[in-house]
C-alpha cells in the first residue's frame, strides 16, 4: 500500500514510475474519486458543527420559551443529510481504499526499466556448468528411471503438478530442507520459525498476495482460510498490527513450509517434471528492517540465498529483474537462476525482494526507538532455497553415466551417502 499522502501530492510522477512496470494508473479517477470523497466528508463535519450549534440554540430558547419548532425541523433535515453523505463518504472510503490497493509498488530508482524478463540483467555468475562426457539427462526421465520420482502415481492420486518422492528422493528432499535451516540459523543469524501453513485473508491482504491475485491461490471452501502460497506470507503477519522495538532490526526469520499455488497464469508453462508445481517444500528467509538499513540487507539476504547453492557446488547466476518483471509489491527483486542441464539453461531457485514499506503499511508493522516517533518497518524476503528446484538441480548436475548421482559434500552428512542409486522394487 502507497503512503496516500505522498501518493496524492506526487501523482504524476508515481503514474510515469508505475508506467515502466506496465501498470497504467489511472490519474483522473483517482483524482475524482478522491475529491469526492473529501468533499463528502468535509461537508459532513460542516454540517455536524452546524447541527451542534443550532441544537445548543435551540436548547437555550426552549428554556425562554420561544417556539423552535421550525428551526428543529431544519435539525432534523441537517441530521438526514448527514445520514446520507456518511453513507455516500462509506461508499467512496471503500472504493478509493479498494483502488489504491490494486496499485502495485513504486520500482525503485535503480532498477532497471524494461518490459518483460528479456529485459531483465545479469550481475553476476558463479560456478562454470559442468561438461559431461554423457547425454545428460532431465530430472523428468531420470528420476522415474531411479525409481525416487513418480509422476504418475502423484497425478492418480491428486492430478497433474504433483510429485511424490521415494526411498533417496525423500531422503533427499528431507536433508536439503534441513541443511537449508542449520545453514541459515547456525552461520546466516536467522531465527527458525514454524508457521501454520493455512491463513486468513487479512494476512494475504497484509502481504499484497488479495485483493488482485485470488486466482493464484486454494481457499477451502465454506472458511476465510487459505493455503499457503509461500511462507513470506505467515511469517511476514508474525508482526501485523504492532510496533516493534526499531532498536533490536533487524529481525532475521527462517521457516519451512509446504507451499501451494494454483499457477492459474502458467498454463502450458514447465509442464513436465517438477519445475512448476502446484504443491511443492520451500525455505524461506524473512526480514524486518530500518528504512535506511533495506537495500544493504537485500544484499545481505541474496548473499544468503546464494552461500546454499555455493555450499553445494551448484552453478549459478544472479539478475536484477525489470520494471515490467517483478512482482507486485516489491521495489527491487534479485532472481538466482540455477544451471540445469536437463535444459541447457539457468532456471529460478530463488526470488530475494525489498519491498520497503509496502507491505508493513497494508499489515500496520510499525517500529519505534526509544527515542524516535513510530514508522513504518521495510519487510524483505527471498527462497533460502526452494527445496523440489534444488533437489533437481542436483540430480541433474550430479548425474552419473551408471545412472547414479553423487551426493554433494554439504549433503553427505545428511544422507550418511555419497551415492544415490536406483531404488530396488
Known amino acids: 500500500m502507497h503512503d496516500l499522502s505522498f501518493f496524492r501530492n506526487n501523482l504524476d510522477a508515481i503514474a510515469a514510475r508505475l508506467a515502466t512496470r506496465g501498470f497504467a494508473l489511472n490519474v483522473d479517477e483517482f483524482r475524482t474519486l478522491d475529491t469526492e470523497r473529501r468533499a463528502a466528508l468535509s461537508e459532513t463535519e460542516n454540517l455536524k458543527a452546524q447541527r451542534n450549534s443550532e441544537s445548543a440554540e435551540i436548547g437555550k430558547l426552549r428554556k425562554q420559551g420561544i417556539d423552535t419548532s421550525e428551526r428543529q425541523q431544519k435539525v432534523r433535515e441537517a441530521g438526514e443529510r448527514i445520514t446520507a453523505l456518511d453513507q455516500k463518504a ?24 524494461g518490459r ?37 502415481r502423484a497425478a492418480k492420486i491428486t492430478g497433474a503438478r504433483f510429485a511424490v518422492y521415494w526411498g533417496a528422493g525423500a531422503r533427499l528432499e528431507r536433508a536439503l530442507i534441513n541443511f537449508m535451516l542449520d545453514v541459515h540459523t547456525r552461520e546466516h543469524g536467522y531465527t527458525e520459525v514454524l508457521p501454520p501453513f493455512m491463513i486468513n485473508s487479512a494476512s494475504l491482504f497484509g502481504t499484497g498476495q488479495l485483493p488482485k491475485f485470488a486466482q493464484d ?62 504443491q511443492f517444500q520451500k525455505v524461506e528467509l524473512v526480514k524486518f528492517v530500518r528504512p535506511e538499513r533495506s537495500y544493504d540487507e537485500l544484499e545481505a539476504l541474496t548473499a544468503d540465498a546464494e552461500d546454499i547453492l555455493k555450499r553445494l557446488g551448484l552453478p549459478y547466476r544472479t539478475i536484477v529483474l525489470c520494471t515490467g518483471d517483478m512482482g507486485f509489491s516489491s521495489a527491487k527483486t534479485y532472481d538466482i537462476e540455477v544451471w540445469l542441464p536437463g535444459l541447457n539453461s539457468y532456471k529460478e531457485i530463488s526470488s530475494c525482494s525489498n519491498f520497503e514499506a509496502f507491505q508493513a503499511r497494508r499489515a500496520s508493522i ?60
Request: contains cysteine.
Open 217 to 278: 491461490l486454494f481457499k477451502l471452501e465454506g472458511t476465510d482460510f487459505w493455503l499457503a502460497p509461500t511462507a513470506e506470507v505467515p511469517v511476514t503477519n508474525l508482526y501485523r498490527d504492532e510496533t516493534l522495538d526499531a532498536d533490536r532490526l533487524p529481525i532475521s526469520l527462517v521457516a519451512y513450509t509446504p507451499c501451494f499455488r494454483s499457477e492459474a497464469g502458467s498454463y502450458g508453462r514447465d509442464v513436465r517434471g517438477i519445475i512448476r508445481q502446484h
Open 366 to 425: 510499525r517500529a519505534k526507538s526509544a527515542k524516535g516517533k513510530a514508522e513504518f518497518a521495510h519487510t524483505l524476503n527471498g527462497s533460502g532455497l526452494a527445496v523440489g528446484r534444488t533437489w533437481l538441480a542436483i540430480v541433474e548436475n550430479y548425474q552419473q553415466k551408471d545412472g547414479t548421482v553423487i551426493v554433494p559434500d554439504a549433503l553427505r552428512p545428511y544422507l550418511n551417502a555419497e551415492v544415490l542409486t536406483k531404488r530396488a522394487l
Open 90 to 113: 462509506a461508499e467512496l472510503e471503500e472504493k478509493f481504499r479498494f483502488l489504491l490497493a490494486s496499485v502495485p509498488n513504486t520500482p525503485h530508482e535503480s532498477v532497471p526499466v
Open 116 to 152: 518483460s524478463e528479456t529485459d531483465n540483467v545479469e550481475i553476476s555468475r558463479w560456478g562454470e556448468p559442468r561438461r559431461f562426457d554423457f547425454e545428460p539427462k532431465a530430472h523428468w526421465d531420470l528420476g522415474p528411471e531411479m525409481r525416487i520420482l513418480d509422476l504418475e
